[in-house]
């Protein structure tokens, strides 16, 4: 009897729900602000990015690197002077018209988007068309985005910045 009463309470506790962690949104205004944010990129304003990103941003690249807002702008800079025309593949999900962008509301107050798409460009100083996959997380504090992180290999940026720093010497 007393397995048979282990068993049942078990099973009940397996049954019973499971803490609210969040939720997540694929059309509230933060993840609005981040399709915003490639459009401006795809446009060369840098306008869009100085006004998002709070003054206190701590930004990590693919390779650990972490770098202030200042940094990061310059590095956004650097990349509008290495590749033309850049575009950002649209989802593939059949229901969702745009990039494929999501943001979490953590029970614990933090608010997350995450992006995953498709860079595509041309490189000025190598010629190269290039594309590659990537994902960016954005930790948000308010209105502003206060942490980056991303994750993708940067073998076009390097050889892209190579044949800059080449071709300037």
Wanted: hydrophobic share 35%.
């Amino acid at each position: 009897m007393r397995y048979l009463l282990m068993i049942t309470m078990f099973l009940i506790s397996c049954d019973a729900p499971k803490n609210n962690f969040g939720y997540v949104n694929i059309d509230d205004e933060k993840s609005r602000n981040i399709v915003k944010l490639f459009e401006a990129v795809e446009d060369e304003d840098i306008g869009f990015l100085k006004e998002i990103f709070s003054k206190d941003l701590k930004f990590t690249d693919p390779n650990g690197t972490e770098l202030n807002k200042d940094e990061f702008i310059a590095g956004v800079e650097n990349i509008f002077d290495m590749f033309e025309d850049v575009e950002f593949e649209d989802s593939e999900y059949s229901d969702y018209d745009g990039l494929a962008v999501e943001t979490t509301y953590y029970s614990n107050g933090q608010v997350w988007t995450n992006i995953w798409s498709r860079f595509e460009g041309k490189g000025k100083y190598t010629g190269n068309e290039v594309s590659f996959p990537f994902h960016i997380s954005y930790l948000w504090e308010g209105d502003k985005i206060i942490e980056e992180v991303q994750f993708f290999s940067t073998k076009v940026f390097d050889a892209e910045n190579e044949a800059k720093n080449n071709q300037l010497k």
